[in-house]
């Protein structure tokens, strides 16, 4: 019997090995406040403080779409998302403070070293924007292998069902171990990715320390990509259980129906062949009318319909727990019931 767990939904767009993108989408600074420009001795004082606020300004908006980020995360424990949070907000306050004191300084001499002191001294981009993405993708990465946790469960079931109906599961439950594997490897680098970035700070201009830094992030970096594929390995190993089961399950599970063929109104006894035990499923009568059946204890199950107008019916046997794209994927059987008009 099939799961009815809809794959798609568990793995498509919600985590992706190219997902993480480390750049962030920002209002750029005014040409002349460029770092190259900061060399330029004809820059006044009024282009020294206007500078520093388009610098301060573009930083503190970044800042709070990080903070957003962090407020939808859900899965790494609230403690990583407080440290988080806690450092951006310390980074806000002293930008606010700092553009509050360059406004104030009265000369081109004192004011130089504090706008030249932002992009060295408040890694917005070199550490915290790389350090809040990586959590965030991992975040998706953990709701995925819950998902997946959800569906091997589901799974077993079915094969576990199958089982009992004497087919050989062999190769779905070296499948399932397979995906028990690759999800609980998942976790563990999805974990180690967090654990790696959640206590950086900013280096304040210790070259070791940024060294030190950029290594963290790329390893984070490596054990998403390690996480990518062993959840796309998981998500593998469950098609080809579903495959397995569907492939079994519409080989064996039918249906049959006794006349095919009378007159109006014409009385039709539907049995299930095959059905797994406690498994229910749906017999659509092709006049608009459906029935449940299901098998139990190796008894078939029985519904019986009639027909009281002519025409040809096609009745069908479908497996209500399949979740899938395609028309009529879920159907096990047909069988095409003709009625004749009255004596």
């Known amino acids: 019997m099939t799961t009815s767990i809809n794959y798609r939904k568990v793995v498509v767009g919600l985590f992706v090995a190219g997902a993480l993108v480390l750049g962030l989408s920002v209002q750029a600074a005014p040409p002349e406040c460029s770092r190259v420009a900061d ?60 553009g509050t004191l360059i406004q104030k300084t009265d000369t081109k001499e004192a004011v130089r070293p504090l706008v030249q002191s932002i992009p060295l001294d408040y890694r917005i981009y ?31 079931a079915a094969v576990d069902a199958a089982e009992a109906q004497n087919m050989d599961v062999s190769n779905m439950r070296a499948n399932l171990e ?106 659509q009568f092709g006049d608009g009318a459906t029935a449940d059946i299901r098998a139990g204890g190796g008894v078939l199950s029985n519904v019986t319909h009639v027909y009281p107008q002519p025409g040809a019916y096609t009745a069908k046997l479908r497996d209500t727990a399949r979740t899938c794209a395609l028309i009529d994927c879920d159907v096990l059987a047909r069988v095409v019931i003709t009625v004749a008009g009255y004596r």
């Open 178 to 283: 397979k995906m028990s594997g690759n999800i609980s490897n998942a976790q563990l680098r999805t974990s180690a990715a967090v654990n790696a970035v959640k206590d950086l700070t900013p280096d304040g201009g210790d070259t070791a320390k940024k060294d030190a830094n950029l290594q963290a992030l790329t390893s984070a970096r490596a054990a998403l990509d390690e996480a990518a594929a062993l959840i796309t390995g998981a998500r593998n190993n469950a098609e080809a259980v579903r495959v397995e089961l569907g492939s079994s399950n519409t080989a064996r599970v039918s249906f049959t129906a006794k006349p095919t063929s009378g007159v109006a109104p014409l009385s039709v006894d539907f049995a299930l062949v095959n059905g797994a035990d406690g498994i229910m499923y749906q017999i």
């Open 126 to 156: 070199m550490l915290f924007n790389p350090q809040v993405r990586i959590t965030a993708t991992a975040d998706k990465a953990m709701t995925v292998t819950i998902l997946l946790t959800e569906l091997h469960t589901k799974l077993k």
């Open 39 to 98: 060399n330029d001795p004809n820059r006044t004082l009024e282009e020294w403080r206007a500078c520093g606020k388009a610098r301060v300004d573009m930083r503190v908006a970044d800042l709070g779409a990080l903070n957003v980020k962090i407020q939808q995360m859900t899965r790494v424990s609230a403690e990583v998302r407080s440290t988080l949070s806690g450092a951006i907000n310390n980074q806000v306050l002293n930008l606010t403070t700092l």
